[in-house]
């Protein structure tokens, strides 16, 4: 069985600072992990993914994760957040790379002028 | 990426009625569909899995007999949420798999006045 605990469900960054989004996981098998972004009334957009190999993943718009087994963590970073990066933020799992993908709470992004 | 569409955007209904929402993979075919619904400022819920030519599989405590779903062909599962009430208004997102992760649609907002 899979399970997501993102922490924090509302993170607050001025423009150009750093964005980190924290997600832990548990997972019975080697898991794959996801990272998306909705925007208001519209649907999920993948930022980025790991699913073997690399342990950072660079995504779209900036976005990097980095997979830390030991910590069974992925937390999602961008070194200067941009106004326009305001959005909900998703991280999830799955057990063989997007079969029944299990989501966390999510976590709303604010960005400051 | 693939692409996966729904219909329609937005639909209010009254009380009573039934209401169908569709999900087309419009690149790819898609054995596997996945039906999410989501509450406001909330995380998305899998409902169930449309499978192929086959019956849904169902999450625990989503009521089959209130949300019927077909998968007739391999571009197009349908929801119906038979005898809409006032707690049905939610976003629903549907999702399609291809090569091991999902793509989403932009989902659908039901309102039941």
């Known amino acids: 069985a899979q399970s997501v605990t993102q922490l924090g469900s509302h993170v607050s960054v001025s423009e150009g600072a750093l964005v980190l989004l924290r997600c832990n996981y548990s997972?019975?098998?080697?898991?794959?992990l996801f990272w998306y972004v909705q925007y208001p009334n519209q649907g999920l957009q993948l930022l980025l993914k790991y699913t073997t190999g690399a342990t950072l993943v660079k995504g779209i718009n900036g976005f990097e994760a980095e997979f830390k087994k030991s910590e069974t963590s992925f937390h999602l970073t961008k070194p200067s957040a941009h106004m326009s990066d305001a959005a909900e933020y998703f991280c999830a799992v799955s057990g063989d790379g997007g079969f029944k993908t299990i989501f966390g709470a999510g976590t709303r992004l604010f960005v400051k002028a | 990426g693939a692409v996966v569409s729904q219909h329609p955007s937005r639909v209010i209904c009254k009380s009573g009625t039934s209401v169908k929402i569709e999900c087309r993979s419009l690149?790819?075919?898609?054995?596997?569909m996945f039906w999410y619904r989501q509450f406001p400022k909330k995380s998305l819920m899998l409902m169930a899995t449309s499978n192929e030519g086959s019956k849904a599989t169902y999450e625990q405590g989503v009521e089959k007999d209130k949300f019927l779903i077909n998968h007739a062909s391999l571009t197009l599962s349908t929801l119906t949420v038979t005898s809409a009430h006032p707690e049905d208004s939610s976003f629903y997102i549907c999702?399609?798999?291809?090569?091991?992760?999902?793509?989403f649609g932009p989902g659908t907002r039901l309102t039941v006045l």
């Open positions: 997972s019975s098998v080697p898991p794959y």
């Open positions: 690149d790819f075919q898609a054995t596997t």
């Open positions: 999702s399609a798999r291809e090569v091991g992760e999902q793509f």
